[in-house]
């Protein structure tokens, strides 16, 4: 577990600079979570099921593969645009084409980050997929990420980072949830040993 | 909608009620199979995640996670509290593609789920009268035992009823 957190810390460390930068403001970053949860609990730690949020979300493959998602509240994805793209944003929960690529870009940049470190740390090969973004459940998003568990279990592993800073608007979350065909590479390649 | 007295049915899940209703959240490609005997008040509702329970890996699964094991469980549970196979009714909701653009067979899984709900139903000779099915959005799921109604509500399409 603590090597996982490791993941998790080392790979948002990375994509936190890269969210300060962008922001021009310091943002930091909550230890990282790791926890086995049941499927239907997947979305409690962004409010539950029902829970709306902005969400860029990457298809991982390589020796590693998973499903990366950074979660937004709608607000913050909002600000994000205002502060950090310059746009003039609509309130409410639509979003403009402009306003997806942006938010497209800003997660591409947030999930090169946190991949780039995540392949330094495990010396094994990840390649991010063309991101897509969705205003959703946050149970419906999640929910796309656990499939490949289905087959295996009635948990996921999922692997989160809290993303905060001097205000609400950069809380966001980093969530990884590693394909169950994963787990023996990435162990092996932090020197943890599974039985 | 959005009553009291629902039980709740969370992923990979399946209940019935013969009183009040039974409800399920963030349906993504996930698909919501409900069945309803109109003559009892039964309601069943099942949240299903994947097509076929060949995917499983071992055999002691949890039925629900599976279309072709979590209908026939539905059925049963139904059965015990009085119900008819031959009057049952179905409504389908879910089986969204959340992403639009990704690759491999996961993308598929809603459409899936669907496809195989459907084919399973007719197999056991169970109308579907209602059906919201698809697109690239998440759904929240109602059904009431007293009317048979079906609400889903979703982010940008507001409330439907089937």
Redesign the interface.
Known sequence: MDVLKEIGNIGAGHAATSLSLLLDRYVGMLVPRVSIV???S??DCVG???Q?VAAV?S?VSGEVSGHLFFLLSVESAKKMLKNFAGLDVAPG??YSEMERSALCEIGNIMTGSYLTSLADLTKLTVHP??P?F????????L??G???Y???S?CALLIDTKFVGGTKEVDSHFILLPDPESFAPLFGALGVRIG | MMSDNMIKVGMADLNVAQTGGLKTTGLGSCIGVSLYDAKMKIAGLAHVMLPSSELARDTDFNPAKFVDTAIPELIRRMEVLGAQLRRLEAKLAGGAQMFAFSEGDVLRIGPRNVETCKNLLKQFNIPIIGEDTGGHYGRSIEVHCDTGIVYIRSVHQGVKEL
């Open positions: 049941r499927f239907e997947l979305s539950g099921p029902e709306v979300y298809r929960d639509a997929s063309v897509s969705a205003v959703d459940m946050a149970g419906a998003i929910g796309h656990a499939l490949g289905g087959a295996v009635d």
